[in-house]
């Protein structure tokens, strides 16, 4: 019997050679079939997309003449949006519109198109004549996509530069899951950078160079502050974004005029940042207090930091309070206007050499400052808004209120504003600057931030929203209502340096603090020579 059993083995070996050579032929052709019906597919979505057509249609009538669109498929688009430009840079308009139904037509007429660039007709038909730009972006079923001068082309995703805190909370304002992701097939890279300062310098040599820096993708879109409007303006490395006039409204005049230079916009409005002082109601009770003396004494910790490589020092945004408070000033700017050195000098050092004898530890940096609140070692934290995300980790109780005056003058801290800034060599431009600015403009985008981070949406009202249903960050909105919005003049970035620097020695006790305070006046007057010059041209 054992003869005979290993007789039929090398059978039943062949057997399941056999069935394993069926199966591995079975799983290769449905491979092919899966790969072929992939491929049909796309096909029919790509044919069904290039149904729109898009124009610049004369026509011997005047009501007829215009950015036209055709649907000619069965099918309707959705979210059109249409843009034209007329000839220069910048002069560009668009217009949502939104459905589009199947084997349909729309026209959007010259007269209405040059209205909104903000200049007439220009010798009437014979500008008609002249070439204008129609492009399109519009949504299926199957996807996003864009209509411009290389034909239909599928938008699949977008890359988004941040600092690391607010790269958080966009990655999951974008994420797969996000309310973004459900109406848009659109995939949302987001890559952080350390701080602030580290992205501006990335987003610089990305417009010097057209390369990014190691390890890091072209971006479409980079989050920023809206003090750089000074530099990318004169630098010309952002798209300048196009809203439709009707939504305008709807965000703050505020934001909207901080992310503007000479009537022009050149990010999306997203964000509004301030500082406000935070308390532990578990270490301390009762009002707040009413004077900065107050806080010192019972303990507080506010961020300065100590010099790096990049020439940064101390934190001018988050001392400003207090330094407005004793009498200082961004170098003489008032009303939007610069007073005379000799009018505000005097001042400017008095409120720096005052500074210097709050006790405040210079040697606390950002990161310091934070975990010294929350590890429950001081009771007070003078902090912008992203402090709340770890605040609420840590389940504080706490109580937000106005930073009080360390001196005589009522302490106004400064407003900030973030925006997306479009790059100018973006890989996917158009679709950026139509999907991002069309999104962020509504109401519910601001409200749909606020549930992934504590944060003062720039949308009217969102505010209003935010503000009634939150007590922590009703503060913060109330500031960025009435605060003193950052100056955003392209020497920005050597300004603050310079603010930051002083700062820092006058903490450190480097130097005799009145000679480093009147140097720095000096050295700021200079350096906003241009600023000054134009403003009074």
């Known amino acids: 019997m054992r003869s005979l059993e290993y007789l039929a083995a090398p059978a039943v070996f062949g ?3 056999t069935i394993v050579g069926t199966v591995t032929a079975l799983c290769a052709a449905l491979t092919a079939v899966s790969t072929v019906v992939v491929k049909l597919r796309t096909r029919r979505r790509r044919y069904r997309a290039q ?10 009538e005047a009501a007829d003449t215009g950015a036209f669109l055709s649907n000619r498929s069965a099918f309707d688009y959705e979210d059109v949006r249409l843009t034209v430009s007329c000839g220069a840079p910048g002069r560009q308009a668009c217009q949502p519109v939104g459905l589009l139904p199947a084997e349909s037509k729309h026209l959007w007429p010259s007269a209405s198109v040059h209205e909104q660039i903000g200049s007439p007709q220009v010798d009437g038909e014979s500008h008609d004549n002249q070439p204008h730009r129609v492009q399109v972006t519009f949504r299926t079923d199957a996807g996003y996509w864009h209509l411009g001068d290389k034909g239909v082309e599928r938008v699949r995703s977008l890359v988004i530069w941040a600092e690391r805190n607010r790269a958080e909370t966009l990655r999951r304002y974008f ?4 309310a973004f992701r459900k ?6 890279t987001v890559e952080p950078f350390e701080r602030t300062e580290e992205l501006e310098h990335a987003f610089t040599h990305l417009a010097a160079t057209g390369e990014p820096l190691r390890g890091f993708q072209v971006p479409d879109v980079v989050a920023g502050p809206h003090d750089w409007i000074g530099r990318v303006a004169r630098e010309r490395s952002v798209e300048p974004p196009l809203l439709d006039p009707a939504k305008l409204p709807e965000i703050s005049p505020v934001a909207r005029a901080a992310l503007s230079r000479n009537g022009r916009m050149y990010a999306i409005p997203y964000v509004f940042d301030s500082v406000a002082l935070i308390r532990n109601d578990a270490l301390a009770g009762g009002p707040m207090p009413a004077t900065f003396g107050d806080v010192v004494s019972a303990g507080v910790a ?3 930091g100590a010099p790096d490589d990049t020439g940064n020092a101390g934190d001018p945004y988050h001392m ?5 408070s004793l009498g200082g000033s961004f170098f003489g700017l008032g009303d939007k206007r610069f007073e005379d050195i000799a009018r505000w000098r005097e001042s400017f050092v008095d409120a720096f050499v005052r500074l210097g004898k709050l006790g405040l530890d210079p040697r606390v940096g950002r990161a310091e400052a934070l975990e010294s609140f929350l590890e429950g070692k001081v009771p007070y934290l003078v902090c912008s808004s992203r402090a709340l995300r770890a605040i609420k980790e840590k389940r504080l109780d706490v109580t937000v209120g106005a930073v009080p005056p360390a001196g005589e003058r009522p302490a106004r801290p400064l407003v900030s504003v973030y925006g997306l800034f479009i790059y100018e060599n973006a890989p996917n431009l158009s679709a950026a600057r139509e999907l991002v600015a069309s999104y962020l403009a509504s109401p519910k985008a601001g409200q749909e931030l606020n549930r992934y981070q504590q944060l003062v949406p720039v949308q009217e009202e969102a505010m209003s929203t935010v503000a ?4 922590v960050l009703r503060p913060y909105v109330e500031q960025c209502r009435a605060g003193m919005v950052m100056p955003s003049y392209p020497e920005m970035r050597e300004a603050w340096q ?3 620097r002083t700062e820092y020695q006058i903490l450190s006790g480097t130097g005799d603090a009145p000679e480093v305070a009147s140097k720095a006046a000096d050295e700021g007057w200079e350096l906003l020579r241009e600023a000054r010059e134009a403003q009074a041209g």
């Open 15 to 17: 057997d399941i050679t």
């Open 51 to 60: 149904q729109l057509k898009a124009s610049w249609n004369v026509s011997s």
């Open 175 to 178: 994420g797969h899951r996000s």
């Open 183 to 188: 109406g848009y097939s659109v995939a949302v």
């Open 302 to 304: 506010l961020q300065v």
């Open 320 to 324: 400003w309070p207090l330094f407005s």
């Open 468 to 471: 009634e249903a939150d007590p």
């Open 498 to 500: 310079l603010i930051g």
